[in-house]
């Protein structure tokens, strides 16, 4: 029976109008990093697992993809399981033949989990991998669960009463409970080691220290590929999508962000969409403020209620600050950000009220005067830049300036763009001390915004210019020599496969160059052969007229 | 700990320049199928497992990655196992109390498996998916494996004799015995409901059944993007890599077999690539020759014989279909074909010979004849074409023409793209009757063709064209102006983010332009800025030159 087909949800096709759309927008993102002076990179689609898992803390990692061992993935592992059990069993059995003191029995058990970890890996016929098993938890829950098992009476008495036959049938109690209790706690690791990359910065991070011989420092790398998260699917977030990423490491100096502010104003005003809007903080402000109010060690807490500002109202800010533990005299002394306003510099002269007594608030602020009196000098084309204290994306790891992109006024949608400066990018592969600084482009809704505003150029869906009427065999291949000179030219054309038979099908020739908006027509019957001329009809006027093929390359061009 | 970075084997990291390189090929094959009129689409990097699945053999669908479903995914599994081994159990339990009677319980034994299925899914507790899970089988292997059990004495005696203890101990058991046996027959596709591609044909086919009633027939599509396959990792061969696919379907016209030679022929010149060899057979020729010797029901033994014939000459494909079971009689009718030599016309003239009974023959040398008399007439550029009725790839499938072409002679490299003509692509999925034909190009050895002959062009890699040395802050402001213009010109520049401290740096910034290869640099201090100079350094020559903002964009376009 037909399958009737669909795709995973979460996930899309394009069809070749959307691909000539977002091939519009990466081919402008490219073409502005490659004049920045960045260099694309690749890297594999799937990474191995512990090059990922846990770099996104709990929730991320949830929703990493994760891919199955090939082959028969799990034989090994259940083999593996029931001979440690068995193994374990026989140990017990044989003591408890010799001892039935229950506070020994005890002794024995907790003895017993220290020395089973180095007992599973001496014994040859056991071939755990202990990249993807921990032995020592392993051990630990097989002898609990036998524990378990030992204390019910009737299979105790029949387990030392009799032969191995009830050695056999408890392991594969055993073996089933702790499936049954435990299979997730081993099993998925063990049956998968590969996974699908779920951004471009941790895969890039690695890229880096691996290669870090080959590489030039500061290296200026941008990245365009697909990633992936087991997100749950809904309007706009998708479970495959596109990230574009240019990030610089190897240097601490603040050019960098200015170069950034730039680059988003190059590519921005490139895609012909005017008026984003570029917000910055740095993370050294936030610090400095929760430390002014006596809230160091509820940097999140306090960050968090401040970003609902826009959203929320002061009140309720102040509510949820003070329900977090923030003292009202705190509080009070964040007034004056309530009322932040006034332009760039007026907002960083009230931000030097505020932060006069924090050493890493007075340093964020230097920071921000020197990339915005940078950018001010320098100009932006169609951009403008913002301070904006309540942003505080990704502050799990920017330890500097915070990027965010805004569609331009009156458009309705989240962050185009973002990025920020991370003090130790490489640390958690082997290389200390290196510091990053990246933005990325948020394809997706780049490409809502484009659509919405009728930004996209007409001519980039542009496939076939010129269609060649098959009015026979003898006038194809006729057809097809002019063909080569249009597609030597340059020009993209096509002869429709089928012939015209018994004078039927014309119509369907010429429907089909309409439906696919193929500008030109050619028609080539006996009469254009023995001229060599070409009957050249105009799809949108409807003007027909014949012509050489010199003056048909010309018109078409 | 840090970890010490790696990616999975098979899988490739691509550097600057390679990424440079492949995009090279990509674009050049890209622009190519633009001219031909194809249009791109692009699918999805994971489809569901049953649109793959079974479609490229047994050998092929173990080398699909699977994609573990997300969340806890083996505990509904499990839960659901139990619960069934249970119910089962229970009805087992309840008749045995009532009959003693060995016949019949085989009996009701074989009339449980029998409705189980049906109780399975009426209960309310038990949620197994039937997509993923048969119930069927499952209900018979739960069944059988119960049954092993009961056959076991001490266990039925417990059994029957006890309270729901022992039921609860038997289901463990059960659960265990069945996860220990046949975990993988039932887990593996539970808990992986999709898979990454393996190719882009079966994607493009679920595409255009999906997609029917938005496509305009003929539709010509090509579609570049990476693949998965769980090979062997080897020299060459790779478990991530691309491919780039033309395809026509929708039209039986043989002008499509044509267009595709000429564009191998055009893709492979505008590489550069001259002297490659277009193979070509068909289908109905090998058929045919199967019929005329009587093996047309040994059509895959005789093929896989003759595909030989290169590598094992004459005697011994003769010996192989010998042990096959062709007949020597039928082997001697095919002596004009191991002695085939000669051009197209000269060769085509013996298989008539061979094929004059054979009305399948007869239609391949028709066709063969019909493409040959056009690509005479319309000429190729740099490539030769070359009638190979060895060729054999992709018989499973193909039932037209057959395409594969090889590098120039001298170049020790397997074939670099191949294809052919599949009568019904789309029937699997539900549309029947829609014929197609494709060609397909191998990227990762073009890529090694290219480079063993030198024939990637010099200025592809180029990254960075002027670089100005940082002396400091204010030099820098000053630079960035010029940068700034540069990059509206469409040069590619930056400024060196770390700025020259107490006069020492200055050689690590000229290191780092001369490594990367930059050729100019520019160097702006105190006198430069009063007097609006910059001082531009040819990498290459070392000559030093003062010039204007406008002089310098000049200089270095």
Partial sequence: MAQKPSIPKGTRDFNPEQVAKRNYIFSTIKSQFQTFGFQPIETPSFENSDTLMGKYGEEGDRLIFKILNSGDFISDYNNNLIKSIKLALRNFKAFIEKNSNKAEKEGFFDNFINVFPEVLRRNK????????????????D?????????????LLEMFVEDDDRYLTTLTIIIFGDFYYELGNKYVGEYIS????????????????????????????????????RADRPQKGRFREFYQCDADVVGSDSLWQEVEFIQ??????????????????????????????????????????ALDKLDKIGEEKVKEEMLGKGIPQSGIDKLQPLFSLSGDFEAQIEILKGILSTSEEGKKGIEELDFINEAISSLGLQSAKLQLDVTLARGLNYYTGAIFEVSAPEGVKMGSIGGGGRYADLTGVFGLKNVSGVGISFGLDRIY??????????????????????????????????????????????????????????MK????????????FVVLVGEEEMNTSVYTLKNMITGDQTKVSLEALITAVK
Same sequence: chains 1, 2.
């Fill in 125 to 140: 016929e056991i071939k755990f991998d202990e990249r993807s098993i921990n032995l020592d938890k392993l051990s630990s």
């Fill in 142 to 154: 097989i002898s609990t669960k036998i524990q378990t098992y030992l204390d019910k009476d009737f």
């Fill in 193 to 228: 080691e590969k996974a699908l990359r779920y951004d471009l910065t941790v895969p890039f991070a690695r890229y880096v220290v691996q290669h870090q011989n080959e590489i030039e420092f500061p290296f200026k790398r941008y990245q365009m590929q697909p990633v992936w």
């Fill in 263 to 304: 680059l988003y104003d190059n590519v921005f005003t490139a895609l012909g969409l005017k008026g984003t809007i570029i917000k910055i903080n740095n993370r050294k402000i936030l610090s400095g403020i929760a430390e002014v109010i006596g809230a160091s060690d509820k940097l999140i807490d306090f960050t968090v």
């Fill in 448 to 505: 809502l915004v484009l659509e919405e505003l009728g930004l996209f150029p007409e001519t980039i869906a542009k496939s076939t210019e010129v269609m060649f009427i098959n009015f026979g065999d003898k006038e194809a291949l006729f057809c097809l020599k002019a063909v080569k000179s249009l597609r030597e030219a340059g020009v993209n054309a096509e002869l429709y496969p089928d012939k015209i038979t018994n004078g039927k099908h």
């Fill in 508 to 519: 369907k020739q010429m429907n089909y160059a309409n439906k696919r908006e193929i500008p």
